[in-house]
C-alpha cells in the first residue's frame, strides 16, 4: 500500500498562468476526492470522482477550475488563470468502495503559491 | 453557523494528562464522523472514525458520539509531545453524500 500520491508537491507561478496538478489514488480505490486548504482552516470539498466518472462539484469549484479522472485511476486538476486566491494546498484522497463511510486517506498535498 | 464546529485553541495539555477534544455538527441526519490528526505541513491523517451512539476506543484515543446532542469528542489519553498537532473533525452530513464537510481544528499542544 503505497498510500496516495501527489505531484508536484510545490508549484510556484504568477498570476494568470495555468497549472495542472495530479493524484494516484490507492490502488483499487474507486472514490477519488479533491480538497483545497487554506491557513487555519479544514480541508474544502472541491469534487469527488466514483471511478471515471465525476459526480460531485463544489460551488468553490469556478470555471476555471477542472478536474479529469479519465481512465478511473489517477485524477489531474487544472487551475486555468490562475489568481492570489487559489494559493492553498490542494488535497487528494481516495476511499475504498463505493459508501461515504469507508475512511478517505489524503495524500500529502500539492501546495501553490501565486505570485 | 458552521456545519461543523471546534474551538480552535490553542488547548494546551500537560504530558500524561488528558486532551479532550470537541466537535459539534448542524445536521441530524449525519452519518459517518471521523478525527484527522494533521501535523504542520503535512496532510490529515485519520485516527478514528465513528457511526454509531456511544464510546469507539483504539489504544490511547477514545471517540465518542452522541447524535442527540449533534456532538462528537476525541480523547486522548497519556497524552505525549508527539500527539501535538491540530485534529480535524470531519462529518458526512447527509446520507448519501460523499464528501466530507471539516471543522477548522484544534491546535492541541502537549507541554512536557
Known amino acids: 500500500d503505497t498510500g496516495v500520491s501527489q505531484n508536484p508537491r510545490h508549484k510556484i507561478t504568477k498570476r494568470g498562468q495555468n497549472v495542472t496538478f495530479r493524484c494516484d489514488p490507492i490502488?483499487?480505490?474507486?472514490?477519488l476526492y479533491w480538497y483545497r486548504q487554506t491557513l487555519g482552516q479544514g480541508p474544502e470539498f472541491l469534487t469527488y470522482f466514483q471511478n471515471e466518472a465525476q459526480l460531485e462539484k463544489s460551488r468553490l469549484l469556478s470555471d476555471r477550475f477542472s478536474a479529469e479522472r479519465p481512465k478511473g485511476s489517477f485524477s489531474t486538476l487544472e487551475i486555468q488563470r490562475t489568481e492570489q486566491g487559489d494559493s492553498a494546498m490542494y488535497l487528494c484522497a481516495s476511499g475504498e468502495g463505493a459508501v461515504s463511510n469507508q475512511p478517505q486517506h489524503f495524500g500529502d498535498g500539492t501546495r501553490l503559491s501565486i505570485l | 453557523q458552521k456545519e461543523v464546529e471546534q474551538n480552535s485553541g490553542p488547548l494546551s495539555v500537560p504530558e500524561g494528562a488528558i486532551a479532550s477534544l470537541n466537535c459539534t455538527y448542524s445536521d441530524r441526519g449525519s452519518q459517518s464522523f471521523f478525527w484527522y490528526r494533521q501535523y504542520s505541513g503535512k496532510s490529515p491523517e485519520l485516527i478514528m472514525s465513528?457511526?454509531?451512539?456511544g464510546d469507539k476506543e483504539d489504544g490511547r484515543f477514545t471517540a465518542q458520539l452522541n447524535k442527540a446532542s449533534q456532538y462528537v469528542s476525541l480523547l486522548i489519553r497519556d497524552s505525549q509531545p508527539s500527539d501535538s498537532a491540530t485534529y480535524l473533525c470531519?462529518?458526512?452530513?447527509?446520507?448519501?453524500?460523499?464528501?466530507?464537510?471539516f471543522g477548522q481544528g484544534t491546535r492541541l499542544t502537549i507541554n512536557p
Open positions: 465513528i457511526y454509531s451512539n
Open positions: 470531519a462529518v458526512t452530513l447527509i446520507q448519501g453524500a460523499q464528501k466530507l464537510v
Open positions: 490502488s483499487e480505490h474507486n472514490r
